[in-house]
């Protein structure tokens, strides 16, 4: 399997929040060698374009909309969104720039491909309405749509070094599902760049009772009674040396050496526990897979990405 990065995609509309994604992968390909590539998407007619922001088909506003304005009104957008995110490009750097047309979510996975080598980066939020056409709030449909890294960034908290001029560290949830290692491979070969250090964080209940459908997956049979606490913290222990072990040893089959590797483990619901630890660290940027093991199981990592999309405000980086 290669985990090398050797583009990034940066979907573009103007926004602050876009100009944000551009600096991440700025850094990102510094670090790394991978070319940059600017994408603007934009509906590919009058009728795409009228639907997208609501209007009806047949409506008057469509009917007047010439064929020439529409042109001008697709170029304008691209040139201004590309205009912007250019400016965030350091002097001696070079992006290519491509205009895509249709649903961004659609365009943007179209552009990616089989995801082989890409990263995909872009900002949380548009500008809304008629420039939720760009990028807006598609940054979900996106990691769902693209088999490869997805990154959203917030304006403001775009990431870079930490104080004393370090990579900011790589928070990586861990449950040992496939998902999660395909994470842990990512932030290995991240951090072979950048340096920064890798945080595997497990996060396990603090009691049965906080285990909302404790069943057979945990106890042995469909039919559990209140599980002992000294076997539950047993259960918890054998849970995270699995979930670290699982994902050292993927790491490893990177090629990745020299890596700096602390293992967090947190009690408590996995989202909470995250955003719990970033408080403790400071800036941090979060790699995630998307799926986890599922049902009792996904109070380790499962489907907590949707929560730390919705609750971080650093870099978070889903893997498909």
């Given amino acids: 399997m290669d985990y090398g990065i050797e583009d990034l995609i940066i979907p573009v509309d103007g ?7 551009v600096r991440f992968a700025v850094r990102l390909s510094r670090a790394t060698g991978a070319e940059l590539h600017l994408a603007h998407a934009f509906p ?4 795409a374009l009228m639907e997208r922001i609501g209007t009806q088909p047949g409506h008057t506003s469509s009917e007047r909309m010439t064929a020439e304005a529409f042109e001008a009104l697709r170029n304008g957008s691209a040139r201004r969104a590309l205009q912007r995110a250019r400016q965030q490009l350091e002097p001696d750097q070079t992006a ?5 047309d249709g649903d961004p979510a659609e365009a943007i996975s179209a552009f990616v491909g089989d995801g082989h080598g890409v990263q995909v980066v872009m900002g949380r939020r548009g500008l809304g309405r008629v420039r939720e056409l760009l990028v807006g709030s598609v940054s979900e449909r996106v990691i769902h749509r693209v088999p490869g890294p997805v990154t959203v960034v917030t304006a403001g908290h775009d990431g870079g070094e930490t104080d004393d001029g370090h ?10 599902s496939d998902s999660a290692c395909r994470a842990a491979a990512h932030a290995a070969t991240v951090a072979r760049c950048t340096g920064a250090r890798i945080h595997l964080l497990h996060a396990f209940p603090g009691s049965p009772q906080e285990v909302p459908l404790l069943s057979g997956d945990l ?3 469909a039919d559990v009674g209140p599980f002992a606490e000294e076997a539950f913290a047993q259960l918890g222990d054998d849970s995270a040396r699995e979930a670290f072990d699982s994902a050292r040893d993927t790491m490893a089959d990177t090629g ?24 403790e660290i400071g800036p941090a940027e979060i790699i995630i897979g998307r799926r986890g093991l599922g049902r009792v199981q996904e109070l380790l990592v499962g489907s907590v990405s949707q929560k730390l999309l919705h609750g971080a405000r650093c870099p978070v980086t889903v893997i498909g």
Wanted: net charge negative.
């Fill in 44 to 47: 590919g007619s009058v009728q």
């Fill in 167 to 176: 990579a900011e560290p790589l928070v990586v949830p861990v449950d040992g």
């Fill in 256 to 279: 990745a050496t020299g890596l700096d590797i602390v293992e967090v483990r947190r009690r408590g619901e996995p989202a909470h526990a995250v955003l719990d630890y970033l408080r």
């Fill in 219 to 221: 106890g042995g049979s």
């Fill in 15 to 21: 926004s602050d929040h876009a100009e944000a994604a």
């Fill in 96 to 100: 290519s720039e491509h205009v895509l």
